[in-house]
């Protein structure tokens, strides 16, 4: 039976019979894995402390007919995060979303990336400015869409690719679209909400160190968050359907 290490962050925890659990981790090499860990609910298991969500641990694994856990040593614990609830939420949010729209053992750099950079993020500057907390989750879930080339169309009408008066969002074309061409179920969207979107969509992290910028996003927050949970439902939808 081999054996494999890598870096992993923990994305959920699931109780399995009366003593094991089962861990799915976003691995460096390896992409989503799902891993049996038996005994990890035994009080005075070793493993089980270094796997509290979230957590960058590196792991250890025996592949056979289901991958079994081996080690786990804890690198990095965020304990600021950890902290206080908000943040805390806004992690298992992240977690949550990697683990939903990832495929198992199919690994990806760029999702990789996000997890170790928005988790990061939030620890470093959560305490410099509270905003980060509400802006960090709406930028993991736009950038987890890029990732997956599944972004909302944001420039010309989905129709007829009119430039101007887009004022309206189709859910069901996953784009803007002009007066002409909206129909009841479509939303309204602003010039300024499209601008926030674009930015969320297509800025790095570290072009959001402009408080400018962050204000421009989180002025609009209330408009992203509705529009995020809705538009990733429909991605979900289209997902489970495929």
């Keep these: 039976m081999e054996h494999y290490s890598t ?3 923990v994305l959920k925890q699931e109780p399995i019979k009366e003593q094991d659990r ?3 981790f976003y691995t460096q090499k390896f992409g989503k894995l799902a891993i049996l860990t038996p005994g990890a609910r035994k009080i005075k298991a070793k493993l089980s402390g270094h796997l509290e969500l979230p957590s960058l641990v590196q792991i250890e694994f025996a592949m056979s007919y289901k991958p079994r856990l081996i080690s786990a040593l804890e690198k990095f614990s ?8 908000k943040p805390l939420t806004a992690a298992f949010l992240m977690a949550d979303l990697a683990d939903k729209l990832s495929l ?7 999702i990789w990336k996000l997890l170790f950079n928005s988790f990061y ?6 305490n410099k400015s509270p905003q980060v907390v509400d802006f960090i989750w709406l930028y993991f879930n736009a950038q987890f869409l890029e990732i997956l080339g599944l972004s909302p169309f944001l420039e010309g009408c989905t129709e007829c690719g009119r430039t101007i008066n887009n004022k309206f969002f189709s859910f069901e074309k996953k784009g803007v679209v002009c007066q002409q061409h909206s129909h009841k179920d479509d939303w309204p969207i602003s010039n300024n909400q499209k601008r926030a979107l674009n930015k969320l969509f297509n800025f790095s992290l570290k072009q959001f160190s402009d408080p400018s910028c962050l ?3 989180l002025e609009e927050k209330k408009y992203i968050e509705k529009f995020l949970s809705k538009f990733t439902l429909v991605i979900k939808s289209d997902i489970i359907n495929l």
């Design 22 to 24: 089962n861990y799915t």
């Design 78 to 85: 965020f304990p600021e995060i950890k902290k206080k609830q």
């Design 121 to 126: 993020f939030l620890e470093e500057n959560l």
């Design 215 to 217: 204000k421009e996003v």
């Design 7 to 9: 870096l992993a962050f």
């Design 104 to 110: 198992e053992k199919q690994d990806d750099p760029e």
